[in-house]
């Protein structure tokens, strides 16, 4: 929504203003892969879930100046409770020795006081509430961010502030219940200083002057996201509308100094986002904006509002990167991981995706040379941690989970899935999936279970050994050609410990073959005229490990 669409008031927008502008200003305040050199200086430590609370609704009221990177803050919270409860927690990071954190001066409800303790990443609140009850509490607070929402400088020298929350570091910023599980609507009133443009997730439903040169810019999401996705990003910006799609509106936006590349290179975006319509199921929010920031990560899929690298605008991928971060508005935003553990269920459905898109616009080549380069990716990972897709292991910092098990490994299993189905099924099955679970969460046994329905299939043993057993196949393959017999003797050895069950296809003299593997060894004969060129796997179709040796 372009500006000068939401100049003048709503009385929703007058009852914020009157309800929260005025008690806060008595207040005294990623491809992500490529940042894995970075995880040892963050903090994403696990969260333990809050079985008592269900948070349906947050109202974030911000205020940022260019003084200081002191923020003030003021959340309503609206709580569902799921049990009988004296007190309960709330994620928010206490402002540490370092001076950087968030200090509560008050938590109220329906306008009276509420006792509250902050340990060091957890606000205690003492509310009396019934099973079933819902509550809305504000919580009024101030503090320098210590991770969360990033305050510096682009690389124009322009000071700036993005969310960047991914996995669980909202709580930095945001007072919050900061796993994935939970999801909720959400609502960021920001006020800055007025030179600068405000982009968040949902659609723009007010921007107004303010006195001392400030400006108020309200932003409504009516989509339930985990906090993961939940962000705010401030800037001086070019703003372009680059189209709608049905009735979504497109926008770019990017540093101004970037304007000239990012207009043109952003804008296939508009490509993007109809494919992913038509192949999965409708788009989830408003609006979709590609925004040009300083996450630390290659790109960052917050729901309807996307940030990309700074460097992105002129980025030889940014196709590829964009069509990754678009295919996580589906898989990740919309239907989301129930834990971390299945985390790829976003990454390795975007990985997916991006190949399907790719191989849609550039043909079948362009996939096999891109599943070709996954694989050596995964065999690659499998040397230096020997882990299942789904790591329960990771439980104190899921940085390390943005790994080639969770991007390339599983956007092999999707694959090969693929291949194991056919078309239909398959895609009845990703749709069915995504409808099913379009603002809640799912496991991997969820997709399993549907997958089995649109298939009429068993997968229970695909899936275990794919996504729940460490490694990969290691396939030793020997051959022999017999001119007396005319045949062609085919040994093949699973050099792994855990056997593996799969198709696999071997192209002989020009024919191809598929042979079912399940024992440790596996001898085939193939009836030839001459000596043939063998070629295993010629369709890029298993994850596996081969050394092909002749015999004599």
């Known amino acids: 929504m372009e500006v000068s669409e939401v100049g003048s008031w709503n009385a929703e927008v007058g009852i914020i203003l009157n309800s929260m502008i005025k008690p806060i200003s008595k207040i005294h305040r990623s491809v992500k892969s490529a940042v894995l050199i970075l995880f040892c200086c963050l903090s994403a430590k696990a969260q333990v879930p809050?079985?008592?609370?269900?948070?349906?609704?947050?109202?974030?009221?911000?205020?940022?100046?260019?003084?200081?990177?002191?923020?003030?803050?003021?959340?309503?919270?609206?709580?569902?409770?799921?049990k009988d409860v004296s007190t309960f927690g709330l994620n928010l990071v206490k402002t540490r020795s370092d001076g950087k954190g968030m200090l509560v001066s008050a938590v109220t409800e329906e306008g009276k006081d509420i006792s509250f303790a902050q340990d060091s990443d957890v606000v205690n609140i003492n509310g009396i509430a019934k099973n079933n009850s819902l509550h809305s509490y504000i919580i009024t607070y101030q503090g320098v961010p210590a991770n969360g929402l990033i305050i510096s400088k682009n690389k124009f020298g322009h000071r700036t502030f993005f969310g960047d929350n991914w996995p669980n570091r909202a709580h930095n910023w945001l007072p919050c219940a900061d796993y994935p599980a939970d999801k909720a609507t959400v609502n960021f009133i920001v006020t800055a200083p007025d030179h600068y443009q405000v982009v968040a997730n949902g659609l723009k439903k007010a921007e107004t002057l303010l006195p001392n040169h400030l400006k108020l810019t309200y932003w409504k999401e009516t989509a339930k996201l985990p906090t993961k996705v939940m962000v705010i990003g401030v800037a001086d910006f070019a703003i372009d509308h680059t189209g709608n799609i049905g009735n979504i509106p497109v926008y770019t936006y990017v540093f101004p100094e970037s304007k000239g590349a990012g207009f043109k290179s952003y804008a296939v975006a508009k490509e993007i986002l109809p494919f992913y319509i038509k192949k999965i199921g409708p788009y989830a929010y408003e609006k979709l904006a590609n925004v040009q920031s300083k996450t630390i990560f290659g790109g960052m899929e917050n729901a309807g509002a996307i940030f990309y690298f700074e460097n992105s605008v002129s980025s030889k991928g940014i196709e590829e990167l964009m069509a990754h971060e678009i295919a996580h508005q589906w898989f990740g935003d919309a239907a989301s991981e129930k834990s971390f553990a299945h985390l790829w269920l976003s990454e390795g459905f975007a990985t997916f995706m991006t190949n399907v898109y790719?191989?849609?616009?550039?043909?079948?080549?362009?996939?096999?040379?891109?599943?070709?380069?996954?694989?050596?990716?995964?065999?690659?990972?499998?040397?230096?941690?020997?882990?299942?897709?789904?790591?329960t292991t990771v439980k104190t910092d899921y940085m390390p989970l943005l790994n080639a098990n969770s991007y390339e490994k599983g956007g092999w299993v999707l694959h090969m899935l693929r291949r194991k189905l056919?078309?239909?099924?398959?895609?009845?099955?990703?749709?069915?999936?995504?409808?099913q679970y379009d603002g809640g969460n799912a496991n991997t046994d969820d997709l399993r279970h549907i997958m089995e329905q649109a298939s009429e299939q068993n997968l229970e043993q695909f899936f275990k050994q794919w996504l729940f057993t460490a490694g990969n196949p290691q396939l030793g393959i020997t051959w022999k050609y017999d001119a007396a017999k005319g045949i062609v003797d085919v040994h093949i050895e699973q050099k792994q410990n855990a056997l593996f069950n799969f198709p696999l296809e071997i192209s002989v003299g020009g024919k191809l073959h598929s042979i079912s593997i399940k024992d440790k060894n596996t001898v085939v004969q193939f009836p030839v005229k001459t000596k043939p060129v063998i070629i295993v796997d010629p369709n890029v179709n298993l994850l596996a490990g081969f050394e092909i040796v002749e015999g004599s």
């Open 50 to 82: 809050f079985t008592a609370i269900d948070v349906q609704h947050y109202n974030f009221v911000i205020q940022l100046n260019d003084a200081n990177d002191t923020i003030k803050g003021q959340a309503t919270i609206k709580i569902k409770f799921l």
């Open 358 to 391: 790719l191989e849609n616009k550039y043909g079948a080549d362009t996939l096999k040379k891109r599943l070709a380069s996954d694989r050596k990716k995964v065999l690659k990972f499998e040397k230096s941690r020997f882990t299942p897709v789904v790591d």
């Open 422 to 435: 056919g078309e239909e099924a398959f895609w009845h099955g990703i749709r069915t999936y995504y409808a």
